[in-house]
């Protein structure tokens, strides 16, 4: 069993930066890949980044990439989303998950555990 849970979301103003945090429980962090996935208002929940068991592989979303960072330590049982000249139109509840298939995969039925998300809203 894994638990997580998000923070850092918050206002920030388009073209700031904003950091989120993913706190997993357990001590099998490091068996699972990792991922972040947005849901806007009204809209489906959407692979943003994501990032193998040892960090070595990550994936993301067209839409964000050379803007967001994906990354994980291992000892501290944390992931986390860099957010770099973020948009409006990244506004969304950002939620944390993991997958048992150790792989930094987009799919978001292959993920075991989800946090409970956290707010982003983006002002332009």
């Known amino acids: 069993q894994v638990q997580l849970v998000e923070s850092g979301g918050g206002l920030v103003q388009a073209g700031g930066s904003l950091r989120l945090s993913c706190a997993a429980s357990g001590r099998t962090f490091s068996r699972y890949g990792m991922g972040w996935f947005r849901q806007a208002p009204g809209k489906e929940r959407k692979f943003v980044a994501a990032?193998?068991?040892?960090?070595?592989?990550?994936q993301y979303v067209d839409s964000v990439k050379g803007r967001f960072t994906i990354s994980r330590d291992n000892v501290k049982n944390m992931v986390y989303l860099q957010m770099n000249s973020p948009k409006p139109e990244d506004t969304a509840v950002y939620y944390c998950?993991?997958?048992?298939?150790?792989?930094?995969?987009?799919?978001?039925?292959?993920?075991?555990?989800w946090g409970q998300g956290t707010q982003v809203t983006v002002s332009s």
């Open positions: 990032i193998s068991w040892n960090g070595g592989t990550t």
């Open positions: 998950a993991a997958t048992g298939t150790l792989r930094a995969t987009p799919l978001s039925r292959e993920y075991d555990y």
